[in-house]
T-cell receptor, first 115, second 112 residues
Framework: GAGVSQSPRYKVAKRGQDVALRCDPI?????LFWYQQALGQGPEFLTY????????KSGLPSDRFFAERPEGSVSTLKIQRTQQEDSAVYLC?????????????FGEGSRLTVL | KQEVTQIPAALSVPEGENLVLNCSFTDSAIYNLQWFRQDPGKGLTSLLLIQSSQREQTSGRLNASLDKSSGRSTLYIAASQPGDSATYLC???????????FGKGTRLSVIA
């Protein structure tokens, strides 16, 4: 596609439910990133893939958060047993090159609200 | 740990004014710096990317400068328009493949 596509755009979950957020990067982009953005804050790094390899997951806030990119294209961010503090916008970005040199292109985000 | 600060947090100007947004970072060992625009409820749109070896980049009415040694960047917007109203975010890549670190942004309102 022309840009980074994320789905769903909006998700409301009850506390304790599991959620899965999908990211379709720009075709051919090597690097893929997940960020979490709380209201009024800048995005905070969660995890990064180069092709199918997860090179950095240091930003994942707990072991309830899991990300995968099994074929080096589409990625899924899964949050288990959601908590209210997980409410945020989850942004996906892709880059055509390796992380150190690439310009990042962001999707519109998935807004998660945990009740 | 890299920290990025953006000043001011919010800015309101009349249409037509030239304005400057500031970004500072604590670790000058950066690979590049990127300015983004974010409209309410939307994702981030890349505006300008400055490599560490560069001093500035220009795109239309936007000009971004980088002073790596002092840990500062500025985004200059000429002849502001109401359509420029958005949050502007600055982010830096540290050397060594560490991920983009963002500031909290400057929320700009251009009043017609």
């Amino acid at each position: 596609g022309a840009g980074v596509s994320q789905s769903p755009r909006y998700k409301v979950a009850k506390r304790g439910q599991d959620v899965a957020l999908r990211c379709d990067p720009i075709s051919g982009h090597v690097s893929l990133f997940w960020y979490q953005q709380a209201l009024g804050q800048g995005p905070e790094f969660l995890t990064y893939f180069q092709n199918e390899a997860q090179l950095d997951k240091s930003g994942l806030p707990s072991d309830r958060f899991f990300a995968e990119r099994p074929e080096g294209s589409v990625s899924t961010l899964k949050i288990q047993r959601t908590q209210q503090e997980d409410s945020a916008v989850y942004l996906c970005a892709s880059s055509p090159t390796s992380a150190a040199s690439g310009e990042l292109f962001f999707g519109e985000g998935s807004r998660l609200t945990v009740l | 740990k890299q920290e990025v600060t953006q000043i001011p947090a919010a800015l309101s100007v009349p249409e037509g004014e030239n304005l400057v947004l500031n970004c500072s970072f604590t670790d000058s060992a950066i690979y590049n710096l990127q300015w983004f625009r974010q409209d309410p409820g939307k994702g981030l749109t890349s505006l300008l990317l400055i490599q560490s070896s560069q001093r500035e980049q220009t795109s239309g009415r936007l000009n971004a400068s980088l002073d790596k040694s002092s840990g500062r960047s500025t985004l200059y917007i000429a002849a502001s328009q109401p359509g420029d109203s958005a949050t502007y975010l600055c982010a830096v890549w540290n050397s060594g493949n560490t991920p983009l670190v963002f500031g909290k942004g400057t929320r700009l309102s251009v009043i017609a």
